[in-house]
């Protein structure tokens, strides 16, 4: 069964102050891995989608990369709007397992 | 962009109620889904579809049932609802390559 668990549960960050998170994941045959920003309230919001090592994709502060075993989302000098809870999910099939997710707060 | 809109954003319910949850998708897409979402327990699939009038349980499906009568349109159906159905109610549409986008979702009590 396919596994994907983030850390940390949260963050707190300093505006300005850049950081990683991390979401690590155990599938047979990656078929895509992705990344959500999900404001309190409202439903996920899809940022990226990564299919082989090495791979990165950017959107504005928010960059994210593959390894063979995680994935990175990192942060640049995050701003307050940057607060959120970002989810990552692998696929399978036509599913997604999602992870349990980061918050993240920044503060001014 | 893709669209995708739920019927009610709040929603009060007394037990024992048929429940209908509606979603709508704009962009064609096969694939449809519905989570909910609790705190601590993260997004959980109750229920998804891949072709009108077909559907597939996912990992918490007692309690409840689906109907996809149309391609765009997918509802979740809670047929006599309970407390500990409480919860936010997410639908989601894929494209083929799995991107999953979802609509604002609707906070469900049950009272």
């Known amino acids: 069964e396919d596994q994907v668990t983030q850390s940390p549960e949260a963050l707190r960050l300093q505006e300005g102050e850049s950081s990683s998170l991390n979401c690590s994941y155990t599938v047979s045959g990656l078929r895509g891995l992705f990344w959500y920003r999900q404001d309190p309230g409202k439903g996920p919001e899809f940022l990226f989608t990564l299919y082989s090592a090495g791979e990165e994709k950017e959107k504005e502060r928010l960059k994210a990369t593959l390894t063979k075993k995680e994935s990175f989302l990192h942060i640049t000098a995050p701003k307050p709007e940057d607060s959120a809870t970002y989810l990552c999910?692998?696929?399978?099939?036509?599913?997604?397992?999602f992870g349990a997710g980061t918050t993240v707060t920044v503060r001014a | 962009d893709v669209k995708v809109t739920q019927s009610s954003r709040y929603l009060v319910k007394r037990t024992g109620e048929k429940v209908f949850l509606e979603c709508v998708q704009d962009m064609d897409h096969e694939n449809m889904f519905w989570y909910r979402q609790d705190p601590g327990l993260g997004l959980r699939l109750i229920y998804f579809?891949?072709?009108?009038?077909?559907?597939e349980k996912g990992d918490i499906p007692e309690g409840y049932s689906v109907s996809r009568e149309k391609k765009e349109r997918f509802s979740l159906i809670l047929e006599s609802a309970s407390t500990n159905q409480t919860s936010m109610y997410l639908c989601?549409?894929?494209?083929?390559?799995?991107?999953?986008?979802f609509g604002p979702g609707t906070r469900l009590t049950v009272l």
């Open positions: 989601a549409s894929s494209r083929p390559t799995g991107e999953q986008f």
């Open positions: 579809s891949y072709d009108v009038k077909m559907k």
């Open positions: 999910a692998v696929r399978d099939d036509y599913k997604l397992s």
